[in-house]
């Protein structure tokens, strides 16, 4: 490895490491603004210049200039210092001075550089530059008289988004960044370019002008909108909160974030659930905790056990559903089911609902076979991270399902779904490139397995994966994605049916045809509600959708961002949120609600903290033990066989369950934002735009 000297500093570099990055190895600051670890080198700042000998008579550009042995390097020798005084100047030149309104004013690299690299006085005083602003939808603010042409946004959009939508155009003075014809960014990442705007020509429509970022608390937490699990920050002022920010985990999100998960969080202020109500003649009216828990304990003491039934919504968190498994244990019924969308999962083999190649290990995979799903959609960040793989090269793709663009190019084997058959029986072409893979992925979407074939499907992949050698002990690459948070918490605290139990098919139709009596809705949503009939219907949640219009009696619960709370991700890497803020008026966290419902029973259980919860989560599976938190607990070894489902595929054309992926849960459906994401990118192209057809990235 090459050995070079930095301010004095001996140096071992990797072959091919740029004088910045060994500059960072140790310590040593170089400002920047173009360069970005994730993105390609642009080099067209020029912040980082820096002093190198031998080398030319000249500041070099350390961001693009790749070490050596022997080379010596400056980084604040006069020449270095003077060179970047008179680039910050340049930069300056047409900055408006804007810092006292732009929403960057705070959290700015241009500020911070200017201060600490920047000269005390202008020479320019010639008229500035202005530049229009464009539009580029509804989740990004431009202010393009400030933008430095650093570039950051246009390789972003590029390369880690995969759309050919953001460039530069112009020459010299008369450079800008905009959308090449003037619309709005089609990418489900887009709201990551704000992030790496350096100096406020981007910034976050949605939160313009709302806080300065010394007036927010801020807290870490993860996200829920999908079964990725991203971990992010929450900003807080007062009781409120402002934003959402991705933060650093290499094992999940890296540095970005989706679109929903960043700006859907406007609706948590609208449509909440924050008292009890009790349906009385017909309407439902405010009551009292008492009034209301004494409502429910009452019909369900009242209610043979068999006649008795819970369903748990995609946001439910795994304490919430734990203590309500007690409960119906305590009344004494089986019937209970976290899958709203009948999704044909054996919670009693763990490896069969898990993404068991886990997120990172995608770039480990050396082939890959969607089957049933839309991961753009379904899962943004786990689609980029696919699209990672392919630029790395020698990763061929298939899918068998909906033909959409998913940023990368793929071979489109079709959408019937006996193609699956033939690759598990080894009569289809594409059947040879998996065979021959190392380590090939399978990755079964919920659109494949909410079918009434489901169970048919998994059988088929697992033949699949079995037969080219994607289930060994260095390697399991049958991947479950799953699309709802709260899904494999509860596979893994056992809220499905029980002995003779009904499952969530049978428990609509059980409802619809007057065998169930009462129905606890556990934050579920996502169901047909006019199945219900004349069921007693409760519903705990935190939002005015479905499930509470249709309620009898509603019990407020707790978003993600006001609750203490356990997650499983679609790997089986156990999380927890953080309470950021408190659930508004008399809304209780969810669990509290359960163990208050079995005091009001005369049953109460025993568990009386949050402590207590855990160590009951913890006691039913050690994925919960604190020690593994944010850690993948290892899959146990995959039952042998097919994993059942023996009859025939339909041949249904797969579908994929999101259908709007700005509108999936009840609190998106109650975000402004995300309504006018719906219109902008929805409604006025019929059923999605442009990105949404055709299989080339």
Not at 119 to 130: I, N
Not at 427 to 455: K, T, Y
Not at 558 to 564: N, P
Request: glycine share 10%; proline share 6%.
């Amino acid at each position: 490895m090459p050995k070079l000297t930095i301010d004095g500093i001996e140096v071992e570099a990797e072959p091919g490491m740029t004088i910045l990055q060994a500059a960072d190895q140790v310590g040593i600051e170089i400002p920047r603004f173009c360069y970005h670890e994730r993105l390609s080198i642009a080099g067209n700042c020029r912040m980082c210049l820096v002093e190198v000998k031998p080398g030319p008579p000249k500041p070099a550009a350390s961001c693009a200039l790749p070490v050596a042995e022997g080379m010596q390097v400056w980084t604040q020798s006069d020449l270095a210092v003077k060179a970047r005084k008179g680039v910050m100047e340049f930069l300056l030149i047409n900055h408006p001075l804007d810092c006292p309104i732009c929403d960057q004013g705070g959290e700015c690299d241009l500020q911070d550089q200017a201060m600490a690299f920047g000269g005390d006085r202008s020479r320019f005083h010639e008229h500035k530059r202005a530049v229009t602003e464009k539009h580029l939808g509804p989740l990004v603010k431009t202010a393009m008289t400030r933008c430095i042409h650093c570039t950051r946004c246009v390789r972003f959009i590029t390369e880690i988004a995969g759309i050919q939508e953001l460039g530069m155009i112009g020459r010299g003075e008369d450079a800008e960044i905009t959308s090449y014809v003037e619309m709005a960014l089609t990418s489900e990442l887009s709201g990551n370019i704000v992030d790496l705007c350096p100096v406020g020509a981007l910034t976050s429509a949605p939160y313009a002008f709302h806080a300065r970022p010394w007036e927010l608390r801020k807290v870490e937490s993860i996200d829920v909108f999908d079964a990725v699990g991203s971990a992010i920050r929450v900003d807080v002022r007062g009781n409120a909160v402002m934003r959402v920010l991705p933060r650093l985990n290499e094992d999940i999100n890296e540095e970005w974030l989706a679109d929903k998960s960043r700006h859907a969080i406007d609706g948590l202020r609208y449509q909440r659930l924050d008292r009890p109500y009790v349906r009385e003649d017909g309407k439902l009216r405010p009551a009292s905790w008492e009034e209301a828990l004494r409502t429910v304990a009452g019909r369900l003491l009242a209610t043979d056990a068999d006649k008795v039934a819970a369903l748990a919504g995609d946001m439910a968190d795994a304490e919430a559903m734990m203590l309500l498994k007690d409960l119906m244990g305590v009344i004494g019924s089986p019937h209970m089911d976290c899958r709203q969308d009948g999704a044909a999962l054996d919670p009693t083999d763990r490896a069969s609902y898990l993404f068991n190649p886990t997120i990172p290990g995608i770039e480990d995979a050396d082939a890959l076979l969607i089957v049933g799903s839309d991961p753009r959609w379904e899962a943004p960040i786990l689609n980029a991270r696919i699209r990672k793989r392919y630029l790395m090269g020698n990763f061929p793709i298939a899918t068998i399902g909906p033909r959409t663009d998913l940023t990368y190019p793929v071979e489109d084997l079709g959408n019937n779904p006996e193609v699956l058959d033939d690759l598990a029986r080894g009569r289809h072409p594409f059947w040879r490139i998996l065979d021959d893979a190392e380590r090939p992925l399978i990755l079964v979407g919920m659109g494949a397995l909410s079918r009434p074939d489901g169970r048919e499907v998994m059988a088929s992949a697992r033949r699949l994966a079995e037969r080219v050698g994607a289930m060994r002990e260095d390697w399991n690459g049958l991947g479950v994605l799953h699309t709802a948070a709260g899904r494999v918490g509860g596979l893994e605290v056992g809220f499905v049916p029980g002995h003779g139990g009904r499952d969530t098919a049978g428990i609509l139709e059980g409802a619809e045809r007057g065998d169930l009596q009462v129905v606890y809705l556990m934050g579920a949503d996502e169901i047909d509600t006019a199945r219900l009939g004349e069921a007693f219907v409760i519903y705990q949640g935190h939002h005015g959708d479905a499930g509470a219009n249709r309620a009898d009696v509603i019990l407020p619960g707790a978003a993600y961002t006001e609750k203490h709370a356990t997650y499983v991700n679609t790997e089986g890497r156990m999380q927890r949120t953080w309470l950021a803020v408190h659930p508004p008026g008399e809304a209780r966290e969810d669990w509290k609600i359960v163990r208050a419902l079995s005091s009001a029973m005369g049953k109460p259980l025993s568990q009386n903290t949050l402590d207590d919860v855990r160590a009951r989560l913890a006691d039913v599976s050690p994925t919960f033990a604190d020690a593994n938190e944010g850690a993948v607990i290892p899959a146990a070894p995959t039952r042998g066989g097919s994993g059942g489902g023996a009859g025939r595929l339909d041949r249904t054309p797969f579908t994929s369950p999101v259908g709007n992926y700005y509108r999936t849960d009840p609190i998106s459906r109650a975000s402004r934002t995300m309504a006018e994401c719906t219109d902008v990118y929805i409604n006025r192209t019929g059923s999605g735009d442009s990105k949404r057809t055709g299989t080339d990235g």
